[in-house]
T-cell receptor
Framework: DADVTQTPRNRITKTGKRIMLECSQT?????MYWYRQDPGLGLRLIYY???????NKGEISDGYSVSRQAQAKFSLSLESAIPNQTALYFC??????????????FGEGSRLTVL | AQRVTQPEKLLSVFKGAPVELKCNYS??????LFWYVQYSRQRLQLLLR??SRESIKGFTADLNKGETSFHLKKPFAQEEDSAMYYC??????????FGSGTQLTVLP
């Protein structure tokens, strides 16, 4: 099931470098999300987008930016990466027309290491 | 603000034993509650949601508004239930807030 695809899957970079994580989906969903997963902290919302012109900050948006290039694409950027941004990043989508707001479909994750 | 608490980071039970994964939430309105599961080498996926009142893979969860809990239960655990489980809440902001997760290990 490759409905939600994240690239790269793994990335090692150095402090201060600019990094972009990309997400594309073939599910036709309107909503897209970026979460980061840290051991003991679960998943925390970074940014979310309800459509191409609607971008919203999540719980931990500082140090991150996003771009919704099209309905199917949602990119997460770290302008100047720092070590505490080392984490597993997940993209997710959901269907605006779904009866519930809580059914998200996740990508496989992008593991980022900042040295 | 909405918050989800899963007090157990790790939980081990023997095969055939009952299992309960605890979830408590904080939210002033009427929440939607969910359980997500991540099996080894698989994507995070929805297990069940409280509005459906369904049993999935033998798991059930009842929303207790008085205790603000949404514990996940299964009467007889199986080895294939070993996974990371996340409780999640959707409130008026239409964002999904996750708990910190519980790693369940079912021992043979």
């Amino acid at each position: 099931d490759a409905d939600v695809t994240q690239t790269p899957r793994n990335r090692i970079t150095k402090t201060g470098k600019r990094i972009m994580l990309e997400c594309s989906q073939t599910k036709g969903h309107d909503r897209m999300y970026w979460y980061r997963q840290d051991p003991g902290l679960g998943l925390r919302l970074i940014y979310y987008s309800f459509d191409v012109k609607d971008i919203n900050k999540g719980e931990i948006s500082d140090g991150y930016s996003v771009s919704r290039q099209a309905q199917a694409k949602f990119s997460l950027s770290l302008e100047s990466a720092i070590p505490n941004q080392t984490a597993l990043y997940f993209c997710a989508t959901s269907n605006l027309a779904a009866p519930s707001t809580g059914e998200l479909f996740f990508g496989e994750g992008s593991r980022l290491t900042v040295l | 603000a909405q918050r989800v608490t899963q007090p157990e980071k790790l939980l081990s039970v023997f095969k055939g034993a009952p299992v309960e994964l605890k979830c408590n939430y904080s939210y002033s309105g009427s929440p939607e509650l969910f359980w997500y599961v991540q099996y080894s080498r698989q994507r995070l996926q929805l297990l069940l949601r409280h509005i459906s009142r369904e049993s999935i893979k033998g798991f059930t969860a009842d929303l207790n508004k008085g205790e603000t809990s949404f514990h996940l239960k299964k009467p007889f655990a199986q080895e294939e239930d070993s996974a990371m489980y996340y409780c999640a809440l959707s409130g008026s902001a239409r964002q999904l807030t996750f708990g910190s997760g519980t790693q369940l290990t079912v021992l043979p």
